[in-house]
């Protein structure tokens, strides 16, 4: 492998064909350099989708009310289902496996958000304390709604962080009250999301307080809870538990896909990862295809290496050349021209990703689309076996070659 | 040496089948500087490449130092070609990206011979030759006779106990010719058996021994005829 012979021997034969080396060189760098940017795109994807998800606890399930679509004993199509406290309060009784839950209620019609002279368009949700870890809310400052709250219907507001700094600039919110629909809230905490920007214009009120502040009664909007289990097949056994559970409590047909949207964020999930597994299995099918096409080529341009030199390799063969070192010479040859041509491409197609990932940064569907050590390490893996594989046949055949015949003169 | 007994070789192309050897019964005794000659298709390459290890023989024996030489893997008669014999050829067969020195030291390279070592020793070879100062040189900016002597030298390397040549003056003038048989008897002085296949008379009896080859058997050594059916009637008798 290290010797300095075989070395000067393939370098020789290399320089002496310049062009023809460059052209099988490429196929196989080309090959790489596809690989390297098909498989840094789709793990850019993938980061990008992962990153999206984070915002919630991945194995949620959300409840929201719908309008039926079948009649159900004697009761008429059309009909709109409300969640209620009712069914908040006797879901964890009725269904079990339930780690975390909350319910949403949005106050009806417009909101608006002010303090001391400065307004903003806000978002309010009032919910259970659960919600900030369904929600994965991070509080920087004071704290988050909790059951003392709900129970003493406090009117208690966390705000996100974009609210802070549009109403209250430099000054700390803790303390001070925040006016939504021209009633006071005292700010008892600010939280980041990792759901971007939009998920910190949000203020959080207790659902109690704020049912019965903005006229609300016992209406509930939305339900998300946690299952306590992270298999996919045992939550969608629980989502059609719950399914049946409401349908009961409703009246409405089980089968009735409108009269409530059950969604299942692991399953979601699950299948997403699905989709990008997928993605990845056909990048490396196409990639390989390339770099099998390459591989086909530096083949080739061995045979006729091989057919060329016949002769010499005749003459090795009479002076006392074993087949398994005629064998291992145009096999060196392949893996040398196959590894350092992929190399080239592997450097290139790296290069080209972290450019991308430089200038344009990261979006939210779009994020760090780089090739992992893994891949590096595979891609070479594959380089070295593949430049094997290249030179296996010729090499075959030249160990084949009878020196009678080759020395024959013509 | 070398021995052969009834050796038979034929050559199958296509739905012809071409009997070359027709049972050849000969012994080289150690030392011997002999010549084979015969018109072509008289079967003298063919024996030469089985004397060399390159090719095998359908039917009899043929013993080198005493040791049946039968069907072998290729890897073996690679060693034993590389252990034993030394070939020079018409064409000189030199490797074109090599150098003199290197070409001369490449056998010493498939006996494991570190490159320090194997260059010093072809350095000395090349210096018998009397072309020391043309080792760096490739062989294209060799003359003929050059080149033939680089092929001497790399055949003499290993040590070898025979020496195969194959019309060796073939493509050379008479002058050079003459050197080269020349440096072939010194070769044989120093008790290497040489065995040279020609076509040329003057170059037949520059050797001590002349084998005349037709149609695949023995036709005379030394200007005797052999007939081997006589022979052999005579042995029975």
Known sequence: ??????????????????????????????????????????????????????????????LYPGTTSKSYKGLQANRRIRFTNEDFDNMPHKIAGIEEMTARFYIPGKVDVSYKNDYGAFSVRCVHPAHQIIENTHIIT????????????????????NVKEGLYKEENPIGKYIRINNIEFKVVGVFTDTGGEEEMRNIYLPISTAQKIFNGQNRVNQIMLIPKTENVEETKAMAKKIKSYMAKQHRFDVTDDNAIYVQNNLERYENVMMMFLGIDIFIWVIGI?????????????????????????????????????????????????????????????????????????????????????????????????????????????????????????? | MIRFENLHKSYITGSNKLHVLKGIDLHIKEGELVSIMGSSGSGKSTLLNITGILDNYDEGRYYLDNMLIGNMSEKKAAMLRNKYIGFVFQSFNLISFKNALENVALPLYYQKVNRKKRNLIAMEYLDKMGLKEWAHHMPNELSGGQKQRVAIARSLITNPKIILADEPTGALDTTTSYEVMEIFKEINQTGITVIIVTHEDDIAHKTKKIIRLRDGIIESINGEPINSEVFETSLVQ
């Open chain 1, 142 to 161: 004071g704290r988050y709604i909790n059951e003392k709250d709900l129970k003493e219907f406090r009117k208690v507001a966390v705000i996100g962080k």
């Open chain 1, 1 to 62: 492998m290290f010797d300095i012979d075989k070395w000067q021997e393939i370098f020789n034969t290399i320089k002496k064909n310049k062009l023809r080396t460059f052209l099988t060189g490429f196929s196989v760098a080309w090959g790489i350099f596809m690989l390297i940017i098909l498989l840094g795109s789709g793990n850019g994807l993938q980061n990008g989708v992962e990153y999206q998800f984070r915002d919630d606890a991945t194995n949620s399930i959300w």
């Open chain 1, 289 to 410: 295809g390339t770099i099998i096409a390459g591989i086909v080529g530096v083949s080739n341009i061995m045979m006729i290496v091989v057919k060329e030199r016949t002769k010499e390799i005749g003459i090795r063969k009479a002076l006392g050349a074993s087949p398994s070192s005629i064998m291992g010479l145009v096999i060196l040859e392949s893996v040398a021209i196959t590894s350092f041509a992929g190399y080239i491409g592997m450097v290139l197609g790296v290069g080209l990703m972290e450019l991308i990932s430089s200038f344009a940064g990261s979006s939210d569907f779009f994020r760090n689309p780089q090739a992992s050590i893994g891949i590096a390490i595979a891609a070479t893996v594959l380089l070295v076996v593949s430049g094997i594989i290249a030179g296996v046949f010729p090499a075959r055949r030249a160990a084949k070659i009878r020196p009678i015949v080759a020395l024959r003169d013509e």
